[in-house]
């Protein structure tokens, strides 16, 4: 099955859009070749807690968890984040059925401050959260917690003594064979290319510092990301800088990246590519 949740609907676009935050739970079946093969159904699925966009939705197992994220209802003008713009730092969990069916959603914990337009990754027992904006500006913080065997965390989300190298939001990440990878991403200022890593310790915290990698070929943030063996994909966004979408179509990216991590043990990126013309 794939899974997406909450987000936002708009009224009255282009010329006075209204946001509208949305809470519901949608649920797809994929077919063997990892097509979508039925439609997008909200039947048997626990709506989320709050109405929330921005946020984080990690699957591991049969457990699935919400991080963080805003809400906002009204003028799209007017939900930029920090103004008229609630944001949550509550971190909740549910169960899947023996249907991949979304049952009832529990708090188990919470971020070290409220905190949407973050980027996470759940690997070897641990969920990693990077960036993202809280209190009216971007962050620059990794934070992480260990879960238990039963699927909550063992404490609250504690935040990395090392601060990653951009105040950022919406930024390419993996774990990989004990590294953290962190890619492109954007502000108020710029979308970016560049591309750092550092050591993880069993703790979760980093183990030594962040190291800069060979750039990516294309600035880009607000894309979407994801890790396959010793690869990591990225996959559309944009090119400049904006909190709500991407301005203007020649800044709306349609191309993927892949980067391919060293495993001698270094953790050193290598080998970029770039493909063209995948759907935007």
Not at 37 to 53: E, Y
Not at 120 to 136: F, H, K, T
Request: glycine content about 14%; overall charge neutral; charged content about 10%.
């Amino acid at each position: 099955f794939i899974y997406f949740s909450g987000g936002v609907t708009t009224v009255g676009c282009p010329i006075s859009c209204t946001f509208n935050g949305q809470s519901a739970v949608y649920r797809a079946s994929l077919g063997a070749n990892g097509n979508v093969t039925s439609v997008f159904s909200s039947v048997n699925q626990t709506s989320l807690p709050t109405a929330l966009f921005n946020h984080n939705m990690l699957v591991n197992n049969n457990k699935v968890y919400i991080l963080g994220g805003a809400n906002c209802s009204g003028i799209a003008s007017l939900c930029t984040p920090g103004t008229n713009n609630t944001q949550y730092a509550d971190v909740y969990m549910s169960t899947l059925d023996a249907s991949g069916n979304i049952g009832v959603w529990s708090r188990i914990g919470g971020l070290t401050t409220a905190n949407s337009a973050m980027s996470a990754v759940l690997y070897g027992g641990i969920i990693y959260a990077v960036g993202g904006y809280s209190n009216g500006s971007n962050r620059n913080v990794m934070q992480y917690a260990k879960l238990q065997s039963d699927g909550t965390l063992v404490s609250d989300f504690v935040a990395d003594s090392r601060s990653i190298p951009r105040d950022t939001i919406l930024i390419g990440m993996a774990v990989i064979k004990g590294f953290i990878y962190l890619l492109g991403g954007s502000d108020q200022s710029a979308a970016y290319s560049s591309v750092y890593f550092a050591p993880l310790s069993t703790s979760g915290a980093t183990s030594g510092a962040y190291i800069s990698g060979p750039n990516l070929l294309t600035p880009r943030g607000l894309a979407g990301f994801a890790q396959y063996g010793d690869s990591i994909y990225l996959a559309g966004g944009c090119a400049t800088a904006d909190f709500g979408g991407c301005p203007g179509t020649t800044n709306q990216l349609n191309t993927t990246e892949t980067i391919q991590i060293n495993t001698v043990g270094t953790g050193r990126p290598t080998a970029l590519s770039t493909t063209t013309g995948e759907p935007s």
